[in-house]
């Protein structure tokens, strides 16, 4: 998540983050919005879209939007998903592998016309696991264990971005802003994301985040 293609990340970065996920040999790679920095039509340019193109994963490769691919040409920063060979949920959910699993993919909070959390668990028909994947953390699913949902997974808060002494400027505005949350079984999983605002972060690596998901027993 948070790859901030543009003023915050340009070709190297692209190509390095492309090369990393490759290396894991993932099943399925999620993207957890704010691919797009600022303007889009950086993100056009043939070079960078040459180097998404490369990404591979048996199930696909599944986006959702965050709040800066609102910012200039909404239009153009989910068009260019598919350009580069991902799928785009908004508000919409994907069964990979015939079915074996569930992608909750919604629309990002800053977007009014966005479905209810609980509108889109009735759409679900429910798998082994059922991944929801949201941009931004505003009101995070407290009564997680109260759905057929198995992973939340997040971005948008950067960890802070730095992190002073444990103190991250994330948890001023909420506490869950990184890492891995449990709630009865259920887990809930902040990444620090692959880009940021500005160019350089203290103690708050960059991250993929690896989830292996297991047969239940």
Request: no cysteine.
């Given at each position: 998540?948070?790859?901030?293609?543009?003023?915050?990340?340009?070709?190297?970065?692209?190509?390095?983050?492309?090369?990393?996920?490759?290396?894991?040999?993932?099943?399925?790679?999620?993207?957890?919005?704010?691919?797009?920095?600022?303007?889009?039509?950086?993100?056009?340019?043939?070079e960078i879209m040459n180097e998404m193109k490369r990404l591979k994963?048996?199930?696909?490769?599944?986006?959702?939007?965050?709040?800066?691919?609102?910012?200039?040409?909404?239009?153009?920063?989910?068009?260019?998903?598919?350009?580069?060979?991902?799928?785009?949920?908004?508000?919409?959910?994907?069964?990979?592998?015939?079915?074996?699993?569930?992608?909750?993919?919604?629309?990002?909070?800053?977007?009014?016309?966005?479905?209810?959390?609980?509108?889109?668990?009735?759409?679900?028909?429910?798998?082994?696991?059922?991944?929801?994947?949201?941009?931004?953390p505003e009101g995070l699913a407290e009564d997680l264990p109260n759905?057929?949902?198995?992973?939340?997974?997040?971005?948008h808060t950067h960890g802070g971005q730095m992190q002073i002494f444990?103190?991250?400027?994330?948890?001023?505005?909420?506490?869950?802003?990184?890492?891995?949350?449990?709630?009865?079984?259920?887990?809930?999983?902040?990444?620090?994301?692959?880009?940021?605002?500005?160019?350089?972060?203290?103690?708050?690596?960059?991250?993929?985040?690896?989830?292996?998901?297991?047969?239940?027993?």
């Open positions: 998540t948070d790859l901030h293609i543009g003023e915050g990340g340009g070709l190297e970065h692209v190509r390095r983050v492309v090369n990393q996920l490759n290396a894991l040999k993932p099943d399925v790679i999620l993207v957890g919005g704010d691919y797009i920095d600022h303007d889009p039509k950086y993100a056009y340019q043939p994963a048996r199930d696909g490769i599944y986006f959702v939007a965050g709040n800066h691919e609102y910012r200039v040409d909404t239009t153009a920063s989910f068009d260019w998903v598919k350009a580069v060979g991902g799928t785009l949920l908004l508000d919409s959910i994907a069964y990979p592998r015939d079915g074996a699993y569930s992608i909750i993919g919604r629309r990002d909070y800053v977007d009014s016309t966005r479905k209810t959390l609980n509108t889109l668990i009735k759409e679900l028909k429910p798998r082994s696991y059922n991944i929801l994947l949201e941009h931004t759905t057929p949902l198995d992973y939340a997974l997040y971005g444990g103190w991250r400027p994330t948890s001023i505005r909420q506490q869950e802003d990184y890492g891995l949350y449990e709630q009865n079984g259920r887990y809930l999983y902040i990444t620090a994301g692959l880009g940021g605002l500005v160019p350089f972060r203290l103690n708050m690596p960059n991250e993929i985040a690896v989830i292996t998901l297991h047969v239940k027993k």
